[in-house]
């Protein structure tokens, strides 16, 4: 206890934006595996200090609170190392934040948190967006002029890894540079979607496929953000391959993987992925019914991609989808093998593989059937015509 308050006396030494900055360090290596002794009591600290009101961490108070608003529809919690296309982790904001303020633009920054700190006080709300919607557009149009050439990209990811080791950091950075090129149209194709979509029937696919259809017409960088918005909104979050899978010509992975939207089926497996990490925490917090959950939804999804795309294990998709079902196997099987086997653990459980029960399997084979009767119909239409 002694160290881990010589340690706290030593990070009151720095700005509450570092110390921010630390606490996202802390979380990301934990999701990551990473075991630190002392870790834990130096993480409540820090949360007691940026989330008193139960809230994300203060990233630079309103100032930064103000600046990534357009980002916070496409944000995620946690800090996935993967490639998380759409979506941004939360644990990047403080680092590119932290950079933006002393080393791209730090005049202007400065310049920049008194506007906002005056007008707050003032309760200024709709001169606090247009402040900050400039200083985005500033922000913006430095960084592209900036990073026009490899070695200024190098540079970037440079200054960028003295505030996170994280290697997804300049990734998240031109992420968020596309979402705030695109923040109006995001804006308006985010207000066009249904507020929640428990059924992702025919009527409803073609409802966000017309809306999907005008987004890419006019900004097709921001496709993936509004396959992201869309998946937010789906009662059941694997449905979001529907967007591929219902306009190809087959079942088959390949034809699957050219059509438009074929990223979603990456995008649901990113989800397993965060499923997965989600998993080793609460399993190392014996968090057991959290763990619970969060396999079944993973069992879920793997049946759902197994189901709905064939030829799915000779794909990238497939060897990917077996990668991470062996890495999430080995984590269960070392937390069951800590029971005794007459005594048992609900984690090893066969009822949460919802897929091998009967009326799965009986699914399944209707499905397949539905699919050959469907390319037999098909073969006869051809050698009709």
């Not at 595996?33 to 008193?52: N, T």
């Not at 309103?62 to 919690?77: C, G, H, I, S």
């Not at 200024?124 to 402040?131: F, H, Y």
């Not at 025919?202 to 987004?215: F, I, R, W």
């Amino acid at each position: 206890m002694m160290q881990i308050e010589r340690i706290w006396e030593f990070l009151q030494r720095l700005t509450p934006v570092t110390r921010s900055c630390l606490l996202t360090e802390l979380e990301r290596l934990e999701l990551c595996g990473v075991e630190m002794p002392g870790s834990a009591d130096i993480q409540a600290k820090l949360r007691a200090e940026f989330r008193k009101d139960g809230s994300s961490q203060g990233r630079g108070g309103d100032p930064a609170r103000y600046f990534f608003a357009a980002l916070e529809p496409v944000l995620v919690n946690g800090a996935p190392e993967h490639e998380n296309c759409g979506r941004i982790p939360r644990g990047s904001l403080a680092p590119i934040w932290e950079w933006i303020n002393r080393d791209l633009l730090p005049t202007m920054a400065r310049d920049y948190v008194d506007e906002i700190n005056k007008l707050t006080a003032a309760d200024k709300q709709k001169e606090l967006r247009k402040a900050a919607a400039t200083f985005q557009t500033k922000v913006l149009k430095y960084l592209e002029n900036a990073l026009g050439s490899p070695e200024a990209v190098t540079q970037t990811r440079a200054k960028l890894a003295t505030y996170t080791a994280s290697p997804s950091a300049y990734h998240d950075l031109t992420k968020m540079m596309c979402v705030l090129r695109t923040r109006d149209a995001l804006a308006k194709f985010n207000d066009a979607l249904p507020a929640n979509i428990d059924r992702f029937d025919d009527a409803m696919l073609a409802k966000v496929t017309a809306l999907l259809k005008m987004l890419g017409k006019e900004h097709a960088d921001a496709v993936p953000f509004g396959l992201a918005l869309i998946g937010k909104r789906l009662k059941t979050s694997w449905q979001l391959i529907y967007l591929a899978t219902k306009a190809a010509p087959s079942k088959k992975a390949a034809d699957i993987a050219a059509m438009p939207y074929a990223m979603a089926v990456s995008m649901v497996l990113d989800q397993v992925e965060d499923a997965r990490s989600a998993l080793r925490v609460a399993l190392r917090k014996n968090r057991v019914l959290v763990a619970r959950s969060l396999l079944v939804a993973i069992y879920d999804t793997e049946h759902a991609l197994q189901v709905r795309i064939n030829e799915l294990d000779a794909s990238e998709w497939g060897a990917r989808l077996r990668k991470l079902m062996d890495a999430i196997a080995a984590l269960v099987e070392e937390e069951v093998s800590r029971f005794p086997d007459e005594v048992g653990h609900v984690l090893g459980s066969s009822s949460l593989r919802g897929g091998k029960s009967l009326t799965r399997r009986l699914s399944y084979m209707a499905w397949k059937g539905r699919d050959a009767f469907n390319s037999g119909v098909a073969s006869c239409m051809k050698l009709v015509s």
